[in-house]
T-cell receptor
C-alpha cells in the first residue's frame, strides 16, 4: 500500500513569509506525528495527533508553529513569519493505535524548507 | 539529558567488513521500545527493527543483527559483510510507555567503501 506522502518535497521561502506543509498518512493510521530534523541531527518531535485532535503539541518551538488535522487524515503544518532558523527537513510519520504501546512510526520523505 | 546516545558520528568500512553501530539509551520507564531506522541519501527514514523492554533476545535478519542488553542500556546494531548499499545514516530511537514521541539519537553516518 501507499506510504506516508508529504508535499511539497522542497520549499524555498523568504524570511517573514507564511508556509504550509502537507502530510498524507498511511490509510487507516489514526496517529500522526510531525518532527523536525536539522542538519546532522536526529528528528525532533513537534506534535502528535490522535484522530482530529492535537494530543501533544509540547514540541512546537513557539506560537508561530501550528498544525491541524481537520478530518483525521491529512495534516497541515503551518509556520507563520518564517525565520532562517526554521530551515530544516520537516518529517511526518503515522502509526496505528496510540503511542506508548510500541507502535512503529512510518515516516514520509520529508519537506525540505529553506528560509532565505 | 539526551535519552538516546549514538557516540559514533561517522564510520567508514571497506565492503565485506562487519560493522557495529552503538546505541545507548536512558529511561526511567520499565516498559519502553527501541527502534532502528535507516536514512539513505534520499532522506526517507526506513524502519528496520523494534524491540520491547521485556524481550532481550538478540535478533538476526539476514546480514543484520541486534544486541539488546538492559544491563548496559544498549541496543547495538551489527551489519555483517557490509555492502555499498548499506551506506546511510542510521538512527536509534526510544519510545516510552508514558510518552507520545520517539526520542532519536543524533545518528551514525555509515560509509561502505567498495
Amino acid at each position: 500500500g501507499a506510504g506516508v506522502s508529504q508535499t511539497p518535497s522542497n520549499k524555498v521561502t523568504e524570511k517573514g513569509k507564511y508556509v504550509e506543509l502537507r502530510c498524507d498518512p498511511i490509510s487507516g493510521h489514526t496517529a500522526l506525528y510531525w518532527y523536525r530534523q536539522s542538519l546532522g541531527q536526529g528528528p525532533e518531535f513537534l506534535i502528535y495527533f490522535q484522530g482530529t485532535g492535537a494530543a501533544d503539541d509540547s514540541g512546537l518551538p513557539n506560537d508561530r508553529f501550528f498544525a491541524v488535522r481537520p478530518e483525521g487524515s491529512v495534516s497541515t503544518l503551518k509556520i507563520q513569519r518564517t525565520e532562517r532558523g526554521d530551515s530544516a527537513v520537516y518529517l511526518c510519520a503515522s502509526s496505528f493505535g496510540v503511542p506508548g504501546t510500541g507502535q512503529t512510526q512510518y515516516f514520509g520523505p520529508g519537506t525540505r524548507l529553506l528560509v532565505l | 539529558a539526551q535519552k538516546v546516545t549514538q557516540a559514533q558520528t561517522e564510520i567508514s568500512v571497506v565492503e565485506k567488513e562487519d560493522v557495529t553501530l552503538d546505541c545507548v539509551y536512558e529511561t526511567r520507564d520499565t516498559t519502553y521500545y527501541l527502534f532502528w531506522y535507516k536514512q539513505p541519501p534520499s532522506g526517507e527514514l526506513v524502519f528496520l527493527i523494534r524491540r520491547n523492554s521485556f524481550d532481550e533476545q538478540n535478533e538476526i535478519s539476514g546480514r543484520y543483527s541486534w544486541n539488546f542488553q538492559k544491563s548496559t542500556s544498549s541496543f547495538n546494531f551489527t551489519i555483517t559483510a557490509s555492502q555499498v548499499v548499506d551506506s546511510a545514516v542510521y538512527f536509534c530511537a526510544l519510545s516510552e510507555a508514558t510518552g507520545n514521541q520517539f526520542y532519536f539519537g543524533t545518528g551514525t553516518s555509515l560509509t561502505v567503501i567498495p
